[in-house]
């Protein structure tokens, strides 16, 4: 055996080491008890804007769209939901491709193109993130610090946006004609109403929607958490989860949960509860709604299915 197989042993054989001592420490039963006496009210209604959240972003994505080419909002809101309900199947970048083939097939446009506007709207939901956080820091900051980072980050936005209007994008556009960054220009450089601003305003739109979903889950496991530990819990996870390396970010989610709520010095099983709950309220609908649009065998087409151009 090579240095490299018994290395990767080693860690598999310490992982599930871990693995058996944390279980069997952990507080089960108070973690069921939690479940089991839920408010199913509260979680139903996180349920409801967690999909208003997946909507806020099909919406940003569609403005993204329309900037390169007719498309249709109905077609960019299915391709999102599809997405959604692939990557909380599997791992990577699967649901953004199926999102691409969706659009491709429905309205025509070319999966180059699709994919460009989704990497530009990745782009935009990390502004639109930015500005939230900005604003959400300020206002209820979780930590000591939080207000001053709040307040640089509103100002990034800004500057940003300011340097965004004084971009000479006709000039920026010639000089992009023909190259393989050209789509990229022209999404961000096209003129119209709906534009960049009001597709960082969905997206931030998106964030907040999120927050109260966190928010509401934990409270409706009995964990009288703030809105600063919820807000702590959005970021911890979505900082985690980035990489995708479990479907639907399964065991990340929790563990990000667990370490932010003890921080804040809530009980191990109600941490618990709240990242199973969470993950059931955003993962269940979505899953629903993506099969009652493509039908079960087409979503699992397009988890296997390997992008085409």
């Known amino acids: ?69 007719p498309s249709r909002h109905v077609t960019a809101q299915a391709a999102t939901f599809v997405g959604a309900a692939v990557n909380s199947l599997s791992v990577s970048v699967s649901g953004e491709a199926a999102r691409a083939q969706l659009v491709t097939a429905k309205d025509g446009i070319s999966f180059g193109t699709a994919v460009a506007s989704l990497v530009t709207t990745r782009v935009i939901e990390a502004l639109g993130l930015i500005a939230f956080l900005g604003v959400a820091l300020v206002a209820l900051p979780p930590w000591p610090w939080a207000r001053p980072a709040g307040l640089a980050l509103i100002a990034l936005v800004v500057a940003l946006g300011l340097g965004y209007r004084i971009i000479p994008w006709d000039r920026v556009r010639s000089a992009a004609e023909g190259r393989r960054y050209e789509p990229f220009v022209r999404m961000l450089g096209a003129s119209g109403q709906n534009g960049v601003n009001a597709a960082v305003a969905l997206t931030s739109v998106s964030w907040l929607a999120q927050w109260v979903t966190y928010h509401w889950t934990i409270q409706a496991t009995h964990t009288a958490a703030s809105s600063s530990a919820s807000l702590a819990a959005l970021v911890v996870s979505n900082v985690a989860g980035i990489l995708r390396l479990t479907p639907g970010n399964i065991g990340v989610l929790q563990g990000s949960l667990i370490l932010v709520m003890r921080e804040f010095r809530f009980p191990l099983a109600n941490a618990l509860a709240a990242g199973l709950a969470l993950q059931a309220v955003q993962v269940l609908p979505i899953l629903v709604i993506g099969i009652a649009i493509v039908g079960a065998r087409g979503l699992r087409g397009l988890v296997t299915a390997p992008a085409s151009s």
């Open 1 to 69: 055996m090579t240095r490299r197989v018994w290395i990767t042993a080693a860690l598999v054989v310490a992982g599930l080491a871990l693995s058996l001592r944390f279980g069997l420490r952990f507080p089960w039963l108070p973690t069921f008890r939690a479940l089991r006496s839920a408010d199913w009210l509260m979680l139903t209604a996180a349920a409801a804007v967690n999909v208003v959240s997946v909507a806020a972003k099909g919406s940003a994505w569609y403005l993204m769209l329309r900037r390169l080419g």
